[in-house]
């Protein structure tokens, strides 16, 4: 059975002013940036009603973001025919996804990573016949899911990540823990649809140790380190 394409999805493709958002305003890409990527933000229709979102966990084993949530998708290489071609070409890849299967709604505007360098453009697609779909190499992909949206917007499954002086929304479903560039893409893309739920983001969580990358596990220590030892040695009042 083919599922139509829901109205707050169809609503959302045909936005106009996704580019004025303020997330996709502040990480606009400069003027020049080179490495382009694109990502396959995939819904579906959940079996047990409403829809659902494909995202995949990163092998833990990687240096670089280990254990983190993503959206199927990678570099646009020489020989692809566009971000739309990249996206759905390492979707294949990734979690063994039919391009010929997917409805692709849009793209919406470059984001610029600044850690990677990167341009990243979001695909937005429908999935009207999910077939199943898993993990293709395990050195790059840990797992692959299909997550409810209702269990993403409920607002006991939401609050800010905190890492240093990093804040951003975040979210925690089970043990799959959200956050970075795909929470915040996710999290702009339920505001401009409409179907986000009020949220505390208030209430701060840090990120869980599996999810840093070996960089991260250093800097927490050295603040931690530095931490102890002004608590050590605390400066004096002056007078």
Known sequence: MTAPTPEWLAALAARTDVAEHEWFSTYAPPEGAGRRSAVLILFGPDPRGGE???LTERAHTLRSHPGQVSFPGGRVDPDDDGSVAAALREA????????????????FPELFLAPSQHAVTPVLGWWP???P???????????????????????????TAVFGPYRGPAFEVGDLFVWGFTAMLLSSLFELAGVALPWDAGIERPLPERVLSPWMRQAQAQAEAEAA?????????RG
Do not use: Q, S, W
């Open 52 to 54: 659902d979102v494909v």
């Open 92 to 107: 294949e890849e990734e979690v063994g996804l039919d391009p010929a299967g997917v409805e692709v709604l849009a793209t």
């Open 129 to 131: 016949r999910p077939v």
């Open 133 to 159: 779909v898993g993990v293709v190499d395990r050195g790059e992909v840990e797992r692959v899911l299909r997550v409810p949206v209702a269990d993403l917007v409920a607002p006991r499954h939401r609050f």
């Open 229 to 237: 030892a002004r608590a050590r040695h605390p400066k004096e009042p």
